[in-house]
């Protein structure tokens, strides 16, 4: 049925993807039968709208804004999303990006379904099973939909509050719309938000631009890391004096209690863009302190995996990372190649179920690449050779810098043909894609 069709790859070049096995993904569905819990409808369409600075923009929305509205859900929540394309020519999926959603919901065009084409829809559901900050994306010309505004934040809370209040909530998309540069969500300034001193804050950070590897420097406050890719950390420690750096896709959640003075996140590394938090939303930007970039090997404490860099595991994969001159859908240029092969050629890596799979992935090139794995959260084990200390970290979006290397462990629990490719889009869509394949 969908298994062999146009494979989205990033790019808007159309390749058949010749699917080496029988496994029916319309078999890895969400329940279909019972009431779902929370229903959403997603319309694509082209739009105009106007940037916070008064300029105007063409962009590919979902319900005619840019981000697309914030999925909101509860853990456990059975979820229907019902994705309608009005108008956008290539097509449209929706691709739930950290959610480790059953295969045939995942989003991808080519590979768990078609893409949808103008007046058409399609359905999606899931059980979010996991917690955490998350966004959705179209995953059909990825590299241009993503860019045009294809995308919004999906954010799954706990089924139970945990403790206190709930608190504040702030979550902050970073992305570039046009040659103004950088903004957060449509706003390419300070924006000023009143909170309440003594009230728990947590800010969601969401990175979506291509290229950029984007800092963020919180002032006025110390501050813990509470999760990063959508995943809580072990027992974190406060922090001061220290930025963080999130490549494309990467989302990390900061927490904090509220002081009676102004606290600033400043994205970038300067008092031009940001978010000041005060009791009555007036104050002056605290200055910005010397920091340090944020070390997520040593950071909290350990806690219990189910794979450690001592497992007994069942695959071992090597994943080198690298660039190379050649042609592309008949263009001369940079490819972004795994294991020296460009997308059909990469390699598709085979396990079974319950595997426990260890990647070693290596950047010999020359740029950095955001490696995202799609169904799955992998367990960083060592970085350049130092195993990792801290708080379980498990990323989605894994930023390889050159000559860096990882080992990352994940446990095959999600049967499927799952993508595994660098978020950096225009690397995808010149090669740097892969699969990752139960048989
Ligand atoms: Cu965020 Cu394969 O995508
Ligand atoms: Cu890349």
């Known amino acids: 049925s969908m298994t062999e069709g146009p494979m989205d790859f990033g790019g808007g070049i159309e390749l058949v993807h010749n699917k080496t096995d029988a496994m029916s993904v319309a078999m890895l569905t969400g329940p279909r039968e019972v009431k779902p819990d929370r229903t959403f409808t997603l319309t694509a369409e082209k739009k105009t709208v106007t940037l916070a600075s008064g300029k105007q923009i063409d962009v590919w929305s979902y319900n005619g804004q840019v981000p697309g509205p914030e999925l909101r859900m509860k853990q456990g929540e059975l979820v229907e999303v019902t994705l309608i394309n009005k108008d956008i020519e290539v097509g449209a999926t929706i691709h739930w990006h950290g959610l480790d959603v059953p295969n045939a919901e995942d989003g991808v065009a080519g590979a768990t379904q078609d893409a949808v084409m103008p007046g058409g829809k399609h359905v999606y559901r899931f059980v979010a099973e996991q917690t955490g900050t998350f966004w959705y994306h179209s995953h059909q010309d990825s590299r241009v939909a993503v860019q045009m505004g294809l995308f919004g934040a999906l954010i799954v809370e706990p089924a139970i509050p945990s403790g206190k209040s709930s608190g504040e909530d702030v979550t902050v998309i970073t992305h570039v719309w046009d040659e103004q540069g950088l903004s957060i969500g449509m706003e390419t300034g300070v924006q000023r938000k009143q909170i309440t001193p003594g009230t728990p804050v947590r800010i969601r950070l969401i990175n979506t631009q291509d290229w950029v590897r984007q800092k963020y420097v919180l002032a006025g406050t110390s501050f813990q890391v509470a999760a990063l890719d959508g995943t809580d950390l072990h027992e974190p420690s406060d922090l001061q004096d220290t930025h963080l750096i999130l490549t494309t896709g990467g989302r990390a959640d900061l927490t904090f209690l509220?002081?009676?003075?102004?606290?600033?996140?400043?994205?970038?590394?300067?008092?031009?863009?940001?978010?000041?938090?005060?009791?009555?939303?007036?104050?002056?930007?605290?200055?910005?302190?010397?920091?340090?970039?944020?070390?997520?090997?040593?950071?909290?404490?350990p806690g219990d995996t189910l794979v450690t860099a001592n497992s007994d595991f069942d695959r071992e994969f090597d994943l080198i990372l690298d660039n190379k001159l050649g042609f592309?859908?008949?263009?001369?240029?940079?490819?972004?190649?795994?294991?020296?092969?460009?997308?059909?050629?990469?390699?598709?890596?085979?396990?079974?179920?319950?595997?426990?799979?260890?990647?070693?992935?290596?950047?010999?090139?020359?740029?950095?690449?955001?490696?995202?794995?799609?169904?799955?959260?992998?367990?960083?084990?060592?970085?350049n050779g130092e195993l990792a200390t801290g708080s379980p970290w498990y990323s989605d979006t894994l930023d390889v810098q050159p000559g860096d290397t990882y080992e990352?462990?994940?446990?095959?629990?999600?049967?499927?043909?799952?993508?595994?490719?660098?978020?950096?889009?225009?690397?995808?869509?010149?090669?740097?894609?892969?699969?990752?394949?139960?048989?």
């Open 328 to 383: 592309y859908d008949g263009q001369f240029g940079s490819l972004y190649t795994m294991n020296g092969e460009v997308f059909p050629n990469t390699p598709m890596f085979m396990v079974q179920e319950g595997d426990l799979v260890k990647t070693t992935i290596t950047n010999r090139g020359a740029v950095d690449h955001p490696m995202h794995l799609h169904g799955h959260h992998m367990l960083v084990l060592s970085y």
């Open 408 to 439: 990352v462990g994940f446990v095959a629990d999600n049967p499927g043909l799952w993508m595994d490719h660098c978020h950096n889009l225009t690397h995808a869509a010149v090669g740097m894609s892969m699969h990752l394949m139960y048989d």
């Open 258 to 301: 509220m002081p009676d003075h102004p606290v600033f996140l400043s994205v970038g590394s300067d008092k031009n863009l940001g978010i000041l938090l005060s009791r009555d939303g007036t104050g002056d930007i605290p200055d910005i302190p010397k920091t340090e970039v944020f070390d997520p090997i040593h950071y909290g404490t």
